[in-house]
Protein backbone atom coordinates (compact mmCIF):
# COMPACT_ATOMS: atom_id res chain seq x y z
CA UNK A 1 0.00 0.00 0.00
CA UNK A 2 3.21 2.24 0.99
CA UNK A 3 4.42 1.01 -2.81
CA UNK A 4 0.80 1.89 -4.08
CA UNK A 5 0.43 5.60 -2.10
CA UNK A 6 4.41 6.85 -3.25
CA UNK A 7 3.58 5.87 -7.19
CA UNK A 8 0.42 7.84 -6.66
CA UNK A 9 1.90 10.96 -5.55
CA UNK A 10 4.99 10.66 -8.05
CA UNK A 11 2.84 10.68 -10.88
CA UNK A 12 0.44 13.56 -10.00
CA UNK A 13 3.41 15.93 -8.40
CA UNK A 14 5.62 15.25 -10.98
CA UNK A 15 2.91 15.76 -14.06
CA UNK A 16 1.99 18.87 -12.31
CA UNK A 17 4.97 19.95 -12.45
CA UNK A 18 5.28 19.34 -15.68
CA UNK A 19 2.41 21.38 -16.95
CA UNK A 20 3.53 24.06 -14.96
CA UNK A 21 6.86 24.16 -16.78
CA UNK A 22 5.48 23.72 -19.99
CA UNK A 23 2.92 26.40 -19.47
CA UNK A 24 5.87 29.16 -18.27
CA UNK A 25 7.96 27.87 -21.49
CA UNK A 26 4.73 28.44 -23.91
CA UNK A 27 3.42 31.38 -22.70
CA UNK A 28 5.84 33.44 -20.49
CA UNK A 29 9.32 32.96 -22.27
CA UNK A 30 8.19 34.03 -25.62
CA UNK A 31 10.84 31.08 -26.91
CA UNK A 32 10.64 29.90 -30.55
CA UNK A 33 9.42 26.28 -31.42
CA UNK A 34 12.12 24.54 -31.13
CA UNK A 35 13.06 25.32 -27.63
CA UNK A 36 9.66 24.47 -26.66
CA UNK A 37 9.52 20.94 -28.60
CA UNK A 38 12.93 20.27 -26.79
CA UNK A 39 11.88 20.98 -23.47
CA UNK A 40 8.49 18.91 -23.55
CA UNK A 41 10.66 16.24 -25.02
CA UNK A 42 12.94 16.47 -21.68
CA UNK A 43 9.79 16.31 -19.19
CA UNK A 44 7.66 14.01 -20.88
CA UNK A 45 10.65 11.16 -21.74
CA UNK A 46 12.43 11.84 -18.11
CA UNK A 47 9.40 11.85 -15.98
CA UNK A 48 8.08 8.00 -17.43
CA UNK A 49 11.97 6.94 -17.34
CA UNK A 50 12.25 7.91 -13.51
CA UNK A 51 8.87 6.30 -12.60
CA UNK A 52 9.94 3.11 -14.25
CA UNK A 53 13.51 2.17 -13.98
CA UNK A 54 13.86 3.46 -10.24
CA UNK A 55 10.17 3.97 -8.29
CA UNK A 56 8.88 0.15 -10.31
CA UNK A 57 11.99 -0.67 -10.91
CA UNK A 58 10.77 -2.25 -14.10
CA UNK A 59 12.23 -2.47 -17.88
CA UNK A 60 11.48 0.77 -20.01
CA UNK A 61 10.14 -2.17 -22.52
CA UNK A 62 6.85 -2.92 -19.84
CA UNK A 63 6.13 0.90 -21.08
CA UNK A 64 4.17 -0.37 -24.25
CA UNK A 65 2.45 -4.03 -23.52
CA UNK A 66 3.36 -5.46 -26.76
CA UNK A 67 2.08 -8.70 -25.96
CA UNK A 68 -1.72 -7.27 -26.14
CA UNK A 69 -1.52 -5.83 -29.63
CA UNK A 70 -3.42 -7.39 -31.93
CA UNK A 71 -5.66 -6.67 -35.01
CA UNK A 72 -8.69 -6.92 -32.98
CA UNK A 73 -7.83 -4.65 -30.26
CA UNK A 74 -6.20 -1.95 -32.74
CA UNK A 75 -9.36 -1.91 -34.83
CA UNK A 76 -11.26 0.87 -32.16
CA UNK A 77 -8.61 3.09 -32.53
CA UNK A 78 -8.58 3.08 -36.23
CA UNK A 79 -12.14 3.27 -36.36
CA UNK A 80 -12.39 6.63 -33.67
CA UNK A 81 -9.67 7.57 -35.38
CA UNK A 82 -11.20 8.10 -38.69
CA UNK A 83 -13.88 9.14 -37.43
CA UNK A 84 -12.11 12.09 -35.27
CA UNK A 85 -10.51 13.14 -38.61
CA UNK A 86 -13.95 13.67 -39.78
CA UNK A 87 -15.17 15.82 -37.01
CA UNK A 88 -12.49 17.73 -36.56
CA UNK A 89 -13.26 18.67 -40.56
CA UNK A 90 -16.67 19.28 -39.85
CA UNK A 91 -16.17 21.12 -36.76
CA UNK A 92 -13.90 23.66 -38.53
CA UNK A 93 -16.07 24.26 -41.81
CA UNK A 94 -18.84 25.06 -39.07
CA UNK A 95 -16.70 27.30 -37.21
CA UNK A 96 -14.66 28.66 -39.60
CA UNK A 97 -16.08 32.26 -39.61
CA UNK A 98 -15.20 32.78 -35.87
CA UNK A 99 -11.54 31.48 -36.45
CA UNK A 100 -9.35 34.26 -37.53
CA UNK A 101 -6.80 32.18 -39.02
CA UNK A 102 -4.40 34.98 -40.15
CA UNK A 103 -4.00 35.89 -36.67
CA UNK A 104 -2.94 32.74 -35.47
CA UNK A 105 -0.64 32.39 -38.77
CA UNK A 106 1.22 35.68 -37.89
CA UNK A 107 1.66 34.76 -33.85
CA UNK A 108 2.70 31.45 -34.39
CA UNK A 109 5.20 32.96 -36.71
CA UNK A 110 6.35 36.12 -34.52
CA UNK A 111 6.25 33.88 -31.69
CA UNK A 112 7.15 30.35 -32.16
CA UNK A 113 9.30 31.02 -35.60
CA UNK A 114 6.38 28.56 -37.55
CA UNK A 115 6.56 29.71 -41.27
CA UNK A 116 5.08 27.88 -44.34
CA UNK A 117 8.11 27.07 -45.86
CA UNK A 118 8.94 24.64 -42.21
CA UNK A 119 5.63 23.66 -41.28
CA UNK A 120 5.66 20.63 -43.22
CA UNK A 121 8.36 19.61 -41.42
CA UNK A 122 6.83 20.66 -38.32
CA UNK A 123 3.30 19.08 -39.67
CA UNK A 124 5.41 15.18 -40.03
CA UNK A 125 6.80 15.87 -36.07
CA UNK A 126 3.19 17.13 -34.62
CA UNK A 127 1.03 14.45 -36.55
CA UNK A 128 4.26 11.47 -35.30
CA UNK A 129 6.61 12.41 -32.89
CA UNK A 130 4.42 14.96 -30.67
CA UNK A 131 1.73 12.62 -30.62
CA UNK A 132 3.61 9.63 -29.39
CA UNK A 133 5.22 11.78 -26.65
CA UNK A 134 2.12 12.77 -25.23
CA UNK A 135 0.34 9.76 -25.74
CA UNK A 136 3.60 8.33 -23.35
CA UNK A 137 3.12 11.00 -20.97
CA UNK A 138 -0.27 11.34 -20.96
CA UNK A 139 -2.03 8.24 -20.90
CA UNK A 140 1.31 5.88 -20.73
CA UNK A 141 2.66 7.16 -17.44
CA UNK A 142 -0.38 8.76 -15.84
CA UNK A 143 -3.27 7.36 -17.08
CA UNK A 144 -2.82 3.37 -17.21
CA UNK A 145 -0.69 3.26 -14.13
CA UNK A 146 -3.09 5.23 -12.11
CA UNK A 147 -5.46 3.18 -13.31
CA UNK A 148 -3.51 -0.09 -12.76
CA UNK A 149 -2.99 1.33 -9.06
CA UNK A 150 -6.51 1.20 -8.35
CA UNK A 151 -7.18 5.04 -8.44
CA UNK A 152 -9.58 4.24 -12.14
CA UNK A 153 -12.01 7.56 -11.05
CA UNK A 154 -8.79 9.86 -10.78
CA UNK A 155 -6.89 8.06 -13.53
CA UNK A 156 -9.75 9.23 -15.59
CA UNK A 157 -10.61 12.56 -14.51
CA UNK A 158 -6.90 13.78 -13.76
CA UNK A 159 -5.31 12.65 -17.00
CA UNK A 160 -7.95 13.98 -19.23
CA UNK A 161 -8.20 17.33 -17.46
CA UNK A 162 -4.79 18.40 -17.46
CA UNK A 163 -4.67 16.67 -21.17
CA UNK A 164 -7.18 19.23 -21.66
CA UNK A 165 -5.95 22.55 -19.81
CA UNK A 166 -2.39 21.45 -21.28
CA UNK A 167 -3.38 22.06 -24.79
CA UNK A 168 -5.09 25.04 -24.03
CA UNK A 169 -2.56 26.54 -22.59
CA UNK A 170 -1.06 26.23 -26.34
CA UNK A 171 -4.01 28.07 -28.08
CA UNK A 172 -5.11 30.08 -25.44
CA UNK A 173 -4.68 33.55 -27.75
CA UNK A 174 -6.22 32.37 -30.88
CA UNK A 175 -9.44 32.00 -30.24
CA UNK A 176 -12.79 33.91 -28.61
CA UNK A 177 -13.94 32.57 -25.03
CA UNK A 178 -16.75 30.65 -26.37
CA UNK A 179 -14.95 28.96 -28.38
CA UNK A 180 -11.71 28.45 -25.85
CA UNK A 181 -14.13 26.47 -23.39
CA UNK A 182 -15.85 24.70 -25.89
CA UNK A 183 -12.19 23.18 -27.19
CA UNK A 184 -11.48 22.42 -23.61
CA UNK A 185 -14.86 20.48 -22.84
CA UNK A 186 -13.70 18.89 -25.87
CA UNK A 187 -10.30 18.02 -25.48
CA UNK A 188 -11.41 16.54 -22.18
CA UNK A 189 -13.96 14.42 -23.67
CA UNK A 190 -11.62 13.22 -25.67
CA UNK A 191 -9.46 12.52 -22.83
CA UNK A 192 -11.81 10.21 -21.60
CA UNK A 193 -12.42 8.40 -25.16
CA UNK A 194 -8.09 7.55 -25.58
CA UNK A 195 -8.72 6.53 -21.66
CA UNK A 196 -11.03 4.24 -22.45
CA UNK A 197 -9.54 2.59 -25.67
CA UNK A 198 -6.18 2.31 -23.57
CA UNK A 199 -8.15 -0.12 -21.14
CA UNK A 200 -9.00 -2.09 -24.08
CA UNK A 201 -5.65 -2.97 -24.87
CA UNK A 202 -3.71 -2.11 -22.04
CA UNK A 203 -1.22 -0.09 -23.71
CA UNK A 204 -1.37 3.68 -25.54
CA UNK A 205 -1.52 2.52 -28.91
CA UNK A 206 -4.85 2.60 -29.23
CA UNK A 207 -5.27 6.17 -28.61
CA UNK A 208 -1.92 6.91 -30.23
CA UNK A 209 -3.52 5.88 -33.41
CA UNK A 210 -6.79 7.67 -33.02
CA UNK A 211 -4.23 11.12 -31.87
CA UNK A 212 -2.37 10.52 -34.96
CA UNK A 213 -5.51 10.32 -37.45
CA UNK A 214 -7.17 14.03 -35.53
CA UNK A 215 -3.99 15.53 -35.65
CA UNK A 216 -3.50 15.26 -39.16
CA UNK A 217 -6.77 16.99 -39.55
CA UNK A 218 -5.74 19.84 -37.68
CA UNK A 219 -2.15 20.23 -40.03
CA UNK A 220 -4.68 19.86 -42.81
CA UNK A 221 -6.43 22.72 -41.72
CA UNK A 222 -2.57 24.57 -41.02
CA UNK A 223 -1.71 24.05 -44.59
CA UNK A 224 -4.69 25.67 -45.72
CA UNK A 225 -4.33 28.39 -43.29
CA UNK A 226 -0.50 28.92 -44.28
CA UNK A 227 -1.58 28.65 -48.02
CA UNK A 228 0.49 25.47 -48.74
CA UNK A 229 -2.65 24.24 -50.46
Known amino acids: MYDDMYSKKYILVSSLAAFIILYFVEQGMGVNYIVKTITKIALFTLIPYVYIKFIKKSN ?9 LNKKSLKYGFLVGIISFLIILLAYNILA ?16 KITPENFILIGAYITLGNSFLEEVFFRG ?23 GIYHIAIFKTWFS ?7 LF ?3 AVGFVFNFLDTKSENFINSWVVHILADSAIIFIGFKMFKII
Open 186 to 188: GLI
Open 97 to 112: SYIDLNSISSELQNKS
Open 141 to 163: FIFLNMYKLGYKKLAYIYSSVLF
Open 177 to 183: LGITFLA
Open 60 to 68: IKNLVNFNC
